[in-house]
C-alpha cells in the first residue's frame, strides 16, 4: 500500500495563474480533505470530498475548487493565485474515524 | 465553532527522559475525536496516537500515552524514553462528527542528545 501519494511536490508560480494539485487516497479510503498548511501554522482546512461531491468547506474563497473522482483520487484548483497562497498544501485521505496524510506539495507563489 | 489551543510554542527535553505537550480544546459536541500528530522537517505529518471521546480510558502507543480530561476539555502527549527522531512539530487536532479536522499551532519538540 503506497499510503497516500500527492503530486507534484514542488510548484513554482507567478500571481494570477492558476494551479491544480493531485491526490490519490489511501487504498480503501473514499474521503479526501485538503488543507493549507502556511509556514509555522497548523494545517487550515479547505474542503473534504466523498462521493465525487464537496461535503465540508472551511474558510477559503471560490477561488479554491476541487474534483474527487470515481477512483477517490482528487484534485485542488486554486485560480488567481496570490502571494498569500504560498503554502505547504496537504491532502488526506480518511475512513472514519482514520485520517492520514500526504507529503504535501509546497507551493509557491511569486 | 471547535477550537484547538495549544500553548507552548518550543520545548525540549534531553534523551531518553519524558516530556508533556499540553493542549486544550473547546466544543459544545459531546462525541468526537482527538489526536496527536507529528511532522519532522520531511514534513510528512504522521499519526502518533487517538483518542475516542466517549472512551474513559488513556490511549497508550508503546512510548506515547495521553492523558485525556473530558471535563476540562484537555488532552496532553506524554512522550516517555525520549528518542532523537521524536525531534518534530507536534499538532494536537480534533475531528467533529462530520469527519472536519481542526488543528492547534503545534509545538516545536527537540530532543537534546
Known amino acids: 500500500d503506497a499510503g497516500v501519494t500527492q503530486s507534484p511536490t514542488h510548484l513554482i508560480k507567478t500571481r494570477g495563474q492558476q494551479v491544480t494539485l493531485r491526490c490519490s487516497p489511501k487504498?480503501?479510503?473514499?474521503?479526501v480533505s485538503w488543507y493549507q498548511q502556511a509556514l509555522g501554522q497548523g494545517p487550515q482546512f479547505i474542503f473534504q470530498?466523498?462521493?465525487?461531491?464537496?461535503?465540508q468547506r472551511g474558510n477559503f474563497p471560490d477561488r479554491f475548487s476541487g474534483h474527487q473522482f470515481p477512483n477517490y483520487s482528487s484534485e485542488l484548483n486554486v485560480n488567481a493565485l496570490l502571494l498569500g497562497d504560498s503554502a505547504l498544501y496537504l491532502c488526506?485521505?480518511?475512513?472514519?474515524?482514520?485520517?492520514?496524510f500526504g507529503p504535501g506539495t509546497r507551493l509557491t507563489v511569486l | 465553532a471547535q477550537t484547538v489551543t495549544q500553548s507552548q510554542p518550543e520545548m525540549s527535553v534531553q534523551e531518553a527522559e519524558t516530556v508533556t505537550l499540553s493542549c486544550t480544546y473547546d466544543t459544545s459536541e459531546n462525541n468526537y475525536y482527538l489526536f496527536w500528530y507529528k511532522q519532522p522537517p520531511s514534513r510528512q505529518m504522521i499519526l502518533v496516537i487517538r483518542q475516542e471521546a466517549y472512551k474513559q480510558q488513556n490511549a497508550t502507543e508503546n512510548r506515547f500515552s495521553v492523558n485525556f480530561q473530558k471535563a476540562a476539555k484537555s488532552f496532553s502527549l506524554k512522550i516517555s524514553d525520549s528518542q532523537l527522531g521524536d525531534t518534530a512539530m507536534y499538532f494536537c487536532?480534533?475531528?467533529?462528527?462530520?469527519?472536519?479536522?481542526?488543528f492547534g499551532t503545534g509545538t516545536s519538540l527537540t530532543v537534546i542528545p
Open positions: 487504498s480503501g479510503h473514499d474521503t
Open positions: 488526506a485521505s480518511s475512513h472514519y474515524p482514520e485520517q492520514f
Open positions: 470530498y466523498y462521493e465525487e461531491e464537496e461535503r
Open positions: 487536532a480534533f475531528m467533529n462528527t462530520g469527519n472536519q479536522f481542526y
